[in-house]
Nanobody
Framework: QVQLVESGGGLVQAGGSLRLSCAAS????????MAWYRQAPGKQRELVAHITYGGSPNYSDSVKGRFTISRDNAKNTMYLQMNSLKPEDTAVYYC??????WGQGTQVTVSS
């Protein structure tokens, strides 16, 4: 069964850090690009960061310089290190595989 499982969300004060993880089934992790999306209440889901199988990252302007996407292909796991968090980063964060699969999401709440 294909699965993407996120973890690491929670409540943090502004300026704090969180690290999200996405554990994937091998069949959808290998050779595929991966990405993190987020969706805040009342807003559309937006791309946060993207990483190729080879590890080349790209970031949205809103998180550039604060967030770092990475992956460990041996562990079939992708990460999102989030530093200098802001209240506007509050959202449900989703893991996505370019094979067309989504995780269930993990809530990140940043208090001011």
């Amino acid at each position: 069964q294909v699965q993407l499982v996120e973890s690491g969300g929670g409540l943090v004060q502004a300026g704090g850090s969180l690290r999200l993880s996405c554990a994937a089934s091998g069949s959808i992790f290998s050779i595929n690009a991966m990405a993190w999306y987020r969706q805040a209440p009342g807003k559309q889901r937006e791309l946060v960061a993207h990483i190729t199988y080879g590890g080349s990252p790209n970031y949205s302007d809103s998180v550039k310089g604060r967030f770092t996407i990475s992956r460990d292909n041996a562990k079939n796991t992708m990460y999102l290190q989030m530093n200098s968090l802001k209240p506007e980063d509050t959202a449900v964060y989703y893991c996505y595989s370019s094979a067309g699969y989504w995780g269930q999401g993990t809530q990140v709440t940043v208090s001011s």
